[in-house]
């Protein structure tokens, strides 16, 4: 009977001393877990809010939250990396930017921008952009020949607050127009159909595009002049802030020229179309 006691006595102990172990395993695997998550690269990605749309969108970046901000996703991913969103209207984007310009952190750029969102650019663009006039088809004024820009001296350009249109100014001086800034996409399409004598909303094609279609307002509304001549077409890259990790530029940068060799960039930007 002692004997008998004694091995279940045994038993319970070796037991015990098993669970323990697989717990004091279980905690180890988690450590490691935890430090090797904690080792991996950190990004911030900066997004715009409302008026960049369709390249981004506020919000997590995932499938549908435009253009850049799906490709964001999937090259992050890719390279394992970590890394967060923050979404702020367009001036204090710059400003923050700029206050953190040795961090960790990616955004939309162009060659063709100023400031930071110029210095440092992914070496593969993701997007190009070229720009248009939308004049109401309400316009009864026979004088006013839309197509041929030398008319449009005078009248009300009507532009997103806070971007800046490459070229643009210069057009502007030279035919005496005046601006007015929208805030939004519906506010632009709104001054010309209101104003249809006097104002042109000027911006890139692909996003009045986007927001003509969100908005379920028929393109057949307005007549569209090209502005290329002005705003020379330019292409769009992933900005990159100028501390940014070499080694982090250089994934980045690989991914980028593989999602376009693959095709996939393409089946993203069909999306938005």
Known sequence: MHRMYCKHHSYR????????CVIALLCLSQTFSASAE??????????????ARPFQM?????????????????????ADIVWKVEALPFRRMIRKMEQTRDGQWIAL???????????RLSATPVSYAHHVALVSKSVEDASFDIFQL?????????????????GLDRFLNQ???????????????????????????????????YNLKQLNT????????????????YSIHLAYSPGLDEDIVALLDAEILRLKASGQLRNIIARYQ
């Open 13 to 20: 102990f070796v037991s015990v001393r098993i669970f323990l």
């Open 38 to 51: 904690e080792q991996k690269p950190r990004l911030t990605y900066f997004v715009i809010t409302q008026q």
């Open 58 to 78: 506020d919000g997590e970046p995932s499938d549908g939250q435009g253009v850049v901000s799906d490709l964001v996703a999937e090259v992050l991913s890719k």
């Open 109 to 119: 750029g162009s060659p063709a921008w100023s400031g930071i969102q110029s210095e």
């Open 150 to 166: 030398s008319q449009f001296k005078s009248k009300n350009a009507v532009l997103l607050f806070g971007f800046d249109y490459p």
């Open 175 to 209: 035919h005496q127009m005046t601006t007015q800034y929208a805030k939004s996409y519906d506010s632009a399409f709104r001054l010309v159909r209101r104003d249809h004598q006097h104002s042109i909303f000027i911006e890139m094609e692909s996003r009045i595009d």
């Open 218 to 233: 028929p393109k057949t509304q307005f007549y569209r002049i090209d502005m290329s001549s002005v705003i020379p077409d």
